[in-house]
């Protein structure tokens, strides 16, 4: 009976232990995620992460331009807590389809890696359509000449329409 109070114990122990770690692991996360944020005002963040059971996982950020082109890439990948995100400027510049050839050719690039930076890359992607759709759209030219000397609100809109 007293092994299995140790048992338990034990159990409880490591249990705590990765607790800890992961919150450990979601600070360095999001300082990773802030820092990028901050050193990039103009771009699409995107972010891939790919779970390993037993081989290694893989979490990604990116901040691509205007043009698709990846600006910034970093990269955590491992099996423990103890990982850190690393920079790769070397992958700065390419398009999807050279990204995932450079990708390749380096030593910690594995199918985890390459499945979060499809994911990233595809996230980012999909962020441009919806940050155009967002954008303030001009006034017509059929609206008049008093439609563009009103501020925009909803009631200039409402008085200009009647």
């Not at 009976?1 to 249990?15: P, Q």
């Not at 759709?133 to 008085?159: F, I, N």
Request: charged share 15%; net charge positive.
């Amino acid at each position: 009976m007293e092994y299995v109070h140790w048992g338990l114990g034990a159990l409880a122990l490591l249990w705590g232990l990765q607790c800890v770690g992961s919150v450990y692991q979601i600070r360095k996360y999001r300082r990773a995620l802030a820092a990028t944020m901050n050193a990039w005002q103009r771009g699409y963040l995107g972010v891939g992460c790919q779970r390993g059971v037993v081989s290694q996982g893989a979490l990604v950020i990116l901040v691509l331009t205007e043009d698709h082109e990846v600006a910034t890439f970093q990269a955590m990948t491992g099996r423990t807590i103890f990982s850190r995100f690393k920079t790769y400027p070397q992958l700065c510049g390419y398009d999807k389809t050279d990204l995932l050839t450079a990708l390749s050719s380096l030593p910690a690039a594995g199918k985890g890696l390459h499945q979060a930076t499809v994911m990233a890359f595809d996230q980012a992607c999909d962020a441009h359509p919806r940050k155009l759709e967002k954008a303030p759209r001009k006034p017509s030219a059929d609206t008049g000449q008093a439609m563009q000397d009103q501020p925009l609100s909803l009631a200039g809109t409402a008085q200009a329409s009647t």
